[in-house]
Each structure stands twice: as structure tokens, then as C-alpha cells.
């Protein structure tokens, strides 16, 4: 986080990002997928990179960046859930969801067949 915070500019993260931290009482988080690190406080760290509509070249950079963020997060052993932050391979949801990812894809094999269901994300 440290070094996320040291290397933001407004160039980096587009004139209109915000940043976000908010606390999380791990007892008062039901969701059986969420993964939260075994502190009884956790924090959530969000980077919201906003740019221009009018900006598609500044649209890709956020991107590759929100991609490099990622990967930083991931290679240090953290979490991060992305939400149309860029495109993730079944492979980078599986290792965002840990050792529960094969059992998110029962409820979806069962109850939409057809594959409705997030297609766009490619979780499964």
C-alpha cells in the first residue's frame, strides 16, 4: 500500500481518481467466498482510476496500470477484486479466489447451463 500511495500521481490514476480506505470487521463479513487476511481488522485499499471519456489513450494506460497493480497485489500474497478494472483470465480468477474457486462454479454449471452467468468475466 505504502509504495501505491508513494508512486500516485494524478497522471497515474487520471484526473477524476479517487483513493479509499475503509475498515472491516472481519466478524461482520457472512460472504463464505470473500478472502480477508486472518486480522480481526481489515482494511480495504481501493485505487479508483477515473478518466475523461473522451480519453481512450488515457482509458488504456489506467488499465495496463490497474493490471500492474494486480499483479503486484497478487505476487505479494494479497487479494484484489477487481470490478471491470481490466480483462482476467480464468487463470487470475481462480488465484483470486483461492481454494474456493472450484466451488463458485457448481451454482453456476447448475443453475444456468447455458453459460449466462458472468460470461463477460470469464471466471469459469
Excluded at 25 to 46: K, W
Aim: one cysteine or more; proline letters at 11%; charged letters at 20%.
Amino acid at each position: 500500500m505504502a509504495g501505491d500511495l508513494a508512486e500516485l500521481t494524478p497522471a497515474g490514476r487520471g484526473p477524476l481518481g479517487q483513493v479509499a480506505l475503509s475498515p472491516i470487521l472481519r466478524a461482520s463479513v457472512g460472504s463464505p467466498l470473500l478472502r480477508l487476511p486472518a486480522d480481526q481488522l481489515c482494511y480495504a485499499f481501493n485505487l479508483i482510476p477515473l478518466t475523461p471519456s473522451d480519453d481512450p489513450a488515457g482509458a488504456r494506460r489506467l488499465v495496463a496500470a490497474n493490471r500492474a497493480t494486480y499483479e503486484r497485489v497478487r505476487d505479494a500474497g494479497g487479494t484484489l477484486y477487481p470490478v471491470s478494472a481490466f480483462p482476467m483470465a480464468p487463470a487470475d480468477w481462480r488465484a483470486t479466489s483461492g481454494r474456493r474457486s472450484a466451488c463458485s462454479a457448481r451454482p453456476r454449471t447448475n443453475t444456468t447451463p447455458a453459460g449466462v452467468l458472468t460470461p463477460g468475466y470469464e471466471v469459469f
